[in-house]
């Protein structure tokens, strides 16, 4: 099988986490009904941002989520319509 360049919305392997954290986000969902979940998993909602920054970084040229003081990420509002359009093109 050929390898594919990754950098279409279909390449980003974003993991379950990772598409959990986006599509809350994406959703407008405050970090009370996403964070717990994550943090059960020991995960940091931090980190994730970052990785998930990493991964649609050439999709978008940019990053897509910053994070507050709490550690909590949150969609840069320009980038929602590209983030809501990515999440659409990612199949299960």
Same mark, same amino acid.
């Given at each position: 099988m050929p *390898?594919?360049?990754?950098?279409? *919305?279909t390449d980003l392997q974003l993991s379950p986490?990772?598409?959990?954290?986006?599509?809350?986000?994406?959703?407008? *969902?405050p970090p009370a009904e996403w964070k717990p979940k994550l943090l059960a998993k020991h995960l940091l909602p931090s980190v994730l941002a970052d990785s998930i920054n990493e991964k649609v970084f050439d999709v978008v040229a940019d990053s897509v989520l910053e994070t507050d003081d709490n550690g909590?990420?949150?969609l840069i509002e320009d980038y929602v319509p590209d983030v809501r359009g990515i999440l659409a093109?990612?199949?299960e």
């Open positions: *390898e594919n360049s990754g950098n279409s *919305e986490d990772e598409l959990l954290l986006l599509r809350a986000l994406a959703a407008g *969902e909590d990420p949150a093109n990612i199949s």
